[in-house]
């Protein structure tokens, strides 16, 4: 399981985890502390998107469409990849399956650029309007 951690601003860390086993996922559940149903949905690929708020953590699935050329295409599990996301005051922690899945590089120069900003929001960061304190 590759991780990367980038600091995103003062007491604030992004940890990005690429394709966890179940147990990889425990150790990360039992060191922030995460729902164990949220990582249950987590682990699902074919899960669809979704917003819950469980005991101050704010998970978020949410899917991209997938570049795979030459496939036929009958489900919105094959035409997309999925990232889910753990966010806190504290952290922000991304799961995917899929390197390149999700436009990162663009969201860190976005933090990077705005360091200062204590309450970020997923609005701010992703473009979408579920308001959240990372």
Known sequence: MPIKEYAVCPGVKWIDVLNPSQQEMQQLSDEYKLNHYTVLDCMQPEHLPK????????????????????????????LTNKIAIFCTDKFIITIHKSEALFPFSALFLKIKKNPLKPLLTLNWCFGIGVPAVI
Do not use: N
């Open 51 to 78: 917003y819950e708020l469980v005991d101050d953590v704010q998970f978020l699935i949410l899917r991209f469409y997938a570049r795979d050329a030459g496939r036929p295409i009958a489900t919105i599990q094959q």
